[in-house]
């Protein structure tokens, strides 16, 4: 299995309406230091509709201005659309952050 297509596995994993930052899925991936390699897989995404990387969001919380899939503002709308408040362009970790898959 390639590292982004194990990347792509635990993206798959993060529930509706929780969400996951790089890192912790660069270490759920193997590397914690993976976190760029995680965006760059999520940038290439090849199923969207199936591998929700709209779920990822930076260590602080912050949506992606490069979203691929739209840019930030269809970012914040998938969020949204599944209960979860952006505010300030920021979702609040402590609330939203999916606890599974510990690494």
């Not at 590292?3 to 660069?26: C, L, S």
């Not at 090849?46 to 930030?72: L, N, T």
Request: aromatic fraction near 10%; charged fraction near 20%; glycine fraction near 10%.
């Amino acid at each position: 299995m390639t590292v982004f297509e194990r990347i792509y596995e635990i993206v798959r994993k993060i529930p509706r309406g929780k969400v996951a930052t790089y890192g912790q899925i660069a270490a759920l991936a193997g590397n914690p230091r993976w976190s760029r390699v995680v965006g760059y897989a999520l940038h290439v995404n090849p199923d969207p509709e199936h591998i929700p990387c709209f779920r990822v969001v930076d260590r602080f919380g912050r949506v992606s201005s490069a979203f691929a899939f739209g840019g930030e503002n269809m970012q914040i709308h998938l969020l949204e659309n599944e209960g979860i408040p952006v505010t300030d362009g920021r979702v609040d970790l402590s609330v939203y952050q999916w606890q599974g898959g510990k690494a």
